[in-house]
């Protein structure tokens, strides 16, 4: 997977209908001690990369969204993900307890009816994750490049 991560491609919108929702669930995971990875030599517990008191400095799932290290945008519809390049944190996590809630982007070249974001990490590692359900899933697949012979 590696230490940092990109997106290679997404078609992944959170619906202005489904903001508060999924910004209190993120916030929620703020009482789940047992799965931050973050923390201090004292006890203090925190999500990788994120500020231990996020549901006070972010006020919105946009916000939350932005702290987590993604690039995002809002549009008529929603908050529209499009990057996220930089090490590798818990930002899956938050993404899986708002699965349900997303949505692909409406345009006229989607092919795809569900949500996902495909990942590349530094050690050339590829994955993709679909959402719109309970659960994540997460494929991961080779590519191998082949020479076309001219014949």
């Given amino acids: ?38 923390g201090s030599s004292t006890g203090e517990k925190w999500f ?3 500020d231990q008191n996020y ?4 006020k919105t799932a946009q916000a939350i969204l932005i702290e987590l290290g993604f690039d995002v945008e809002e549009e008529d519809d929603g908050v529209v993900i499009h990057a996220y390049n930089n090490k590798s944190g818990q930002e899956e996590l938050f993404l899986e307890v ?5 949505r692909t982007v409406t345009n006229e070249n989607s092919t795809q009816n569900k949500p996902f974001i495909v990942w590349r990490g530094e050690d050339d590692m590829v994955w993709k994750d679909i959402y719109g359900e309970k659960t994540v899933r997460s494929l991961t697949g080779v590519i191998t490049f082949q020479e076309n012979p001219i014949g």
Wanted: aromatic share 10%; glycine share 4%; proline share 4%.
């Fill in 55 to 58: 549901p006070e400095t972010c």
């Fill in 48 to 50: 990788s990369w994120m």
């Fill in 98 to 102: 708002i699965s349900d809630l997303l």
């Fill in 1 to 38: 997977m590696g230490y940092y991560v990109h997106i290679e491609d997404a078609n992944c919108m959170l619906p202005h209908k489904h903001a508060d929702l999924a910004y209190w669930r993120m916030c929620d995971l703020n009482k789940h001690d047992h799965l931050k990875r973050g």
